[in-house]
């Protein structure tokens, strides 16, 4: 296999430490801690006073924190064979990139030409590398970590700029961040995995499916998202009663988005039984949809409609446009995040009124900036897998052998004083 | 099978989504947001004065959110066929629930002819779900998710009335709900269990059991809520030093009884080994036992006392109990609420002078509705699985292809090349 | 097997009800809640003013705690027939030795003759248990039950003297505890690891090595402790300012660690594969050496750079030195607790100028205290298994009877209508 040069030996452990170092360095000259002397960030609220003090967003930031690393970790191990990769990976870009969220969104709001860190500035970092684990939805499976840590640098980086360009030029609200991180990190993906068109993989692949236990610890997943996602869409609100606004829309638009979904895959699928993968996602569209205008006096019943739509769209969206997007647009779509964060993210967008700019610079850059992306992605030295090893962690990581072995068929013959097959 | 249509694919849909658009209705009608202009719910504190902040309770919130969703949820994935089911129906319910209890229990405490919700309302939603959750545990595995939307929305209604009674009419103290909560739950599900009761699983049944993974899974579930449990029983108590003894007094009556727990499991068990079904659930009867009195100044060696005894009778129970309530009682309790719910709910109530007119309240509605409720679910029309499918995902979950074949024992010749079984 | 008397049936049970009957004995004579009248170990700001109200912790507490019983928990379950026992026998010893904790630490700071329980108090006793935990580490598979709660008591109260000391004697500053949680805890297991060595385990156990999903229960533990550790290296800092810069050090150390595990595990290992135990322990090494400086004015930079060093130190040590300590010193370290708490924990320790007096008592005291504490575990009466049952759950644990079989090869024999194994 000439074209595919998978072993990382030198490649991954080069750019990853090269990343690191480079951003230490950028951290010395430019970052300091916030010493509260100065805030162009904080918050204000007419309705209630508030002295702001350094650590009060602490528990909201561990909330998305939780989101992050837990959630979207483990919501991908639904797959049978690329769990390592799924948790491992996730972690791996998520380190990274908060790191660099840290630098390329601080770089727009220097303070003595110092990015000031505090609990605010964390949460964006993290919000930042939501879009990252977005797109690594769309992906999972095809692409190697030399690649993801490539896709890590440019979607940031692209989405600092866009995020200063909405909410500074065009002035849009998006506090929970439907417009800005989940379709842009949906659509960002979704053009990477078009760049990425595998043919080989038009009839599927042998792993990619999930086994019983991989979709219990998707749940894990699932749940965690589901239960903090009104700490998502509040984290940044003002204080007081606009925040309280948007935890009970976000609350209220989820639990409503969990019936609607259940409904729906109920009705679609083979005798009206429950698919994981709409339980999976689909119940969480909810909380994309309600982002935008979440800190809005939307009405406890207006989330909720919202809620209805969004399970009801993501649902029909795994069921009918996911196949479409793959076999008539060439987008293979893994985890089909266009059905968990591009429609409701969208619908989210549309949903405030006057947003429209910021919803089109947003997927504009998305498209743009994951096309380009995709294209270096695409560069043949990056270590990117063969078709028949997609979704299988064995190429990536050491795997037990017990595995190896179930996968060959072969149980009854294994050697069981070694722990590590060799692939 | 003529008398078990557990073809959901009308049911379940019209059911669900006719309960959430009625929801919704009566949302637009009477919920509207708390603007703080009011607070007849606020607690009072003598020690100290405090100025409640609309977003004081959120963390509090939080970890009862996660003992809900993920602690009663994986809890329940100790059955080694029913892990979608036990996590999955758990999501349903009690997304369906926090709706249906934040207009039951709102009904009574009505501002300007409004439900105003806040984090306390929406606390106390929460728990209105754990009493449902609780009564799933009695029926895991014997019932079918439109029987149980049907059970959510009794259960709750009736325990709002029997919440409001004992709290305003009787004025009783139940702080960390052992009554209104954990002894409702558990007789309401045992009497909706006897009504339900099937003499063809008297033998046991394949799947009523776990494997090794389904216990680890189970012991997320299990951990969660021994954690959090301490903000479960002070969430509502009043703020300050009553709130610090809420949670002093569940710590540590929460880590006597797991000595206990551990003591006599092994005490019991075969060779003095330890049984992972007293692990997951014992261990969390110190938290149901000193609800009722963690406010209280019972002094930390007091809470310790009644963890120890929680421990020793919960343990008890699920080793000489649920036989006996199984095979003479014709209760057949799945998960054994009556050892972690029921007694220990019992012996939180009565340690607390007084309140036998509450606990009287709390088992008289449990087990007059449980059975009213009961005969509505036996209704031949709600797709109950017959026997031969109890405890099984497949009857109501598309389940991988795998697990089918390890269970037809014919792995060796899967078809890799579909990834959903056909039932 | 005469040496060794595994059956726990008389004995588990009476040390463990012993044990707890008298520390609530103790608990009757000498602990008390906090009424908030005295503060001696109210922290002191400069900054700012605080008010401390007696729940301000508490979210700090709770993640914490989750730390203690979910990240060492389940980061303990990768191996493949432990994980019972890794998770639970990790909550019966912490249960208990957070009520050591409380008196052993608190007999220090008496207030009127009484240890006066405070969130600040809990989560010290909390902290007290991570020594034991991390000690469990290093003879995970290898020890009973009743050995590990008589290490317990032990270790909890060499501890207390250990922190007196350097805190109140030496004065030394360690807000995280690198070297008076990390450091001690690891000496102290490989002093006890040292003397229960085991000749017959040289060449490795069949059951001393993972499966695919015992990995994946394992990185739970792993992304809950990196999550958390923020709050674990600030929760006792002074409030305010102090407390954000301990808490944006850690962040940030634990990111940077991330990728240099990463990339030194890709860069020794075959093919350049990343290897699960590494991402599972060495990812976690930052929060270990930045700790003793967790709150100190090093720089984000400077934070970065520690985490750096710990990543690339851990992973070598995985790969390189233990192999070394089994063969050349016989200390055979299950988890490899060496390389994760051991070594950054002194990194941590040299870190801050005039350490050395603290770092040489914490290693002291763990090194002969645990040598003492192995000495008393290795008498022959405490159940500890034989070989060829180490690092198997179904000694201690009634365990599901599938498992069993797949173990003996003969799943296709299965006799699936019993479902306990009887072993």
């Known amino acids: 296999m000439p074209a595919y040069a998978t072993n990382m030996r030198m490649k991954f452990p080069i750019v990853a430490l090269a990343l690191e170092i480079i ?33 009060d ?36 870009l ?25 609990i ?46 909405v909410a500074t030029v065009l002035e849009a609200n998006d506090v929970g961040a439907s417009m800005i991180i989940h379709a842009y990190g949906a659509y960002f993906g979704l053009a990477v995995a078009r760049v990425l068109y595998r043919p080989g993989l038009r009839n599927g692949h042998e792993n990619d499916g999930s086994v019983y236990h991989s979709d219990l610890f998707a749940m894990i997943g699932t749940v965690f998202l589901w239960m903090f996602w009104p700490s998502f869409n509040s984290a ?17 638009s989820l639990a409503a988005c969990v019936l609607s979904a259940y409904a729906i895959s109920s009705l679609v699928e083979h005798k009206g039984k429950l698919d994981m993968v709409h339980i999976q996602n689909a119940t969480l569209a909810g909380g994309v949809a309600v982002g935008t205008c979440a800190d809005m006096n939307i009405g406890p019943f ?16 795994f069921k009918y446009l996911t196949p479409i997007l793959a076999s008539n647009l060439g987008i293979q779509d893994t985890c089909g995040v266009h059905n968990l ?3 409701p993210g969208i619908l989210g967008g549309g949903n405030a009124a006057m947003q429209a700019a910021a919803l089109a610079s947003s997927l504009g850059f998305a498209l743009v900036g994951g096309a380009i992306t995709g294209l270096i992605m695409k560069l043949p030295f990056w270590g990117q897998p063969p078709d028949q090893n997609c979704f299988d962690d064995s190429i990536y990581w050491e795997v037990p052998e017990e595995e190896e072995e179930e996968n060959d068929e072969s149980l009854a013959h294994a050697d069981h004083s070694k722990n590590k097959a060799e692939v």
């Open 341 to 343: 964060h591009g429609m």
């Open 23 to 55: 951003t230490i360095i950028l951290f010395g000259v430019f970052v300091v801690y916030d010493d509260g002397k100065s805030h162009g960030h904080e918050p204000h609220s007419n309705e209630t006073h508030h002295e702001v003090k350094p650590m």
């Open 302 to 317: 207006g989330a909720m409609l919202i809620g209805l739509v969004a399970g009801i769209i993501s649902t029909l969206g």
């Open 236 to 252: 940044i609100a003002d204080p007081g009663f606009t925040q309280l606004t948007a935890v009970i829309n976000t609350y209220l």
């Open 120 to 165: 605010f500035k964390i949460i964006n970092a993290d919000f930042s590398t939501a879009t990252v684990l977005i797109s690594f939805g769309a992906v999972l499976g095809k692409t190697s970590p030399v690649q993801l840590l490539i896709m890590t640098i440019l979607e940031i980086t692209i989405f600092s700029i866009n995020e200063h360009l």
């Open 94 to 118: 998520a380190a990274f990139g908060l790191q660099w969220g840290l630098l390329t969104q601080g770089i727009w709001h220097l303070e003595d030409g110092k990015i000031k860190v505090s």
């Open 57 to 92: 967003l602490y528990p909201m930031f561990q909330d998305v924190h939780v989101m992050i690393f837990i959630g979207f970790g483990f919501l991908m191990t639904f797959l049978k064979r690329y769990g390592f990769s799924s948790v491992g990976v996730n972690l791996l």
